[in-house]
């Protein structure tokens, strides 16, 4: 079976594997997932992968009638970087997401104590020793891809020395850097990770848990297999880069002979185009101002997108449809942009938004407000309508004149004719300009009887249909324009330049547009189609006397036309 095949049955060497350990009775009836983010950051679409997966993993065994439960767990072992507020953050997005882990939340921290007795456990087997080599002295030791390390002179150490040595490091009594806990297992392994790798570490640093009790903290290799063991963790799924890791993650629960023997699989980590996913990256923009913060809408953090429009059903949806493989790739950016439109077409109501103005007086206009009623949706009754009014002067979009129009083009330029959506068809009389040159507005007559559609006879052919706002009704809005985050789609490829070399200038652009009044008293959170335009969110920034939209999405992919003006 092909690997995208395997993907659309939900079939994949993930949920083979966790077939075979249910009918061989490995785990009993059970599947236990987890997500087990470090508190160091916001998370970002790649962590949402791996939320949707492992949730997706237990609910769908759940369906099924297996005990399957997920877990969400704080891997809060290095102190160093570690803060509440990501706490707070992560477990708010992990919720938005949908994945609920009902009354499974953990912190790697309460584990420290177990840790610790397994740490003496494997002295006692004779399996870790206390080491005193400094840093650059252990790179020295550990060999390279064709050399075997070498033994540290400290690895024979008596089980009681070791334990009594271990205890002082517990107890503050010996300096940061001065000592560490190491596995002892095979210097000359073809696998660094096997080279007696450094278990524990003498970190005298406060812990957002456990305050100042530990002086020493675990190593993510070692900390990470036990956390899983300990919570009865059946599978263990994370990214390709830990598949030497394995061995390690194997070799502690084998020496320590636990009874809970969860089973590590890697699938390969999601990467975007036009964008980066990496919270060492993403911190550097936020910090260096790059970005308005964890939530700027361009930036692919859970928060940016959320703050952006997108909808949690569309990011549930992108990492179901993307499914997992084994190789590492860069997914299109279409894809995503693709799923957004599928999900926001047919739930959001339909209005009128003149995203950048030009204003049309009407010249035989004289009936002041005319209420035209128009549905909200035009698949979808249950929308309902909403009136909007048509006024002597309105607005369209800069971009539906053109004064020297190529013979294609079929929306206004002088002396031509094109219809307002729901009303009249208008004829361009008179460009006027500004000193510059600019067209300033457009004089034009209307047609009565070309109402709502109607195409009398003998009248011109008029092919083009536009959006438009009444200029007196209509409300005036701060529109944020957003587009892709960056100008080509693998940002980090080009090792001569950094990253931040290739944003989109146009990545914002802030226009002042217009609505129709239906909308005016919209709240926060509340999503639109601007007919022809796009999709749009009123934005938090919003206040009583102006509203702040975002837009989510333009409704075609015009990106391939070149980096958009706007
Ligand atoms: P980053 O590399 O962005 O700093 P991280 O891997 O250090 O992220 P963790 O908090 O350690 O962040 O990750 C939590 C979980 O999310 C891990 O299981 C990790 O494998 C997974 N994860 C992180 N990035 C991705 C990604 N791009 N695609 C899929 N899963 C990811
Ligand atoms: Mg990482």
Redesign the pocket.
Known sequence: MSEELENNEKVNFITKKIDEDLKSGKNGNKVVTR????PN?YL?I??A??ICLNYGLAADYAAKGQEAKFHLRF?DTNPVKEEQEFIDAIKEDVKWLGADWGENLFHASHYFDQMYDYACQLIKLGKAYICELNGDQMREFRGSLTEPGKNSPYRDRSVEENLALFEKMKNGEIDEGKMTLRAKIDMASPFFIMRDPVIYRILKKSHPVTGDKWNIYPMYDYAHCLEDMIEGITHSI??LEFQDNRRFYEWVLETLQTSCRPQQIEFS???LEYTV????FLRKMVEDGLAVGWDDPRLPTIKGLRRRGIRPESIRKFADQIGVTKKDSTIAIETFEGIVRDDLGPICPRVFGVVEPLKVVITNWDQGIQEIEAPFHPHDESFGKRMVPMTKEIYIEKSDFMEEAPKKFFRLKPEGYVRLKYAYVLKCDEVIKNDKGEVKELHCTYFPETFAGVKPEGFPKVKGIINWVSASEGLEIENRLYDRLFIVPNPRSDKEKDFTDFLNPKSLVVEKSFVEPAIKDAAIGTRYQFERQGYFIVDQDSTESKKVFNRIMTLKDNWNLGPKKA
Do not use: A, I, M
């Open positions: 997500f087990p983010p470090e950051g970002h790649g962590h992968k791996s891997d994370c990214t980590q999601l990467n996913l990496s919270k060492r």
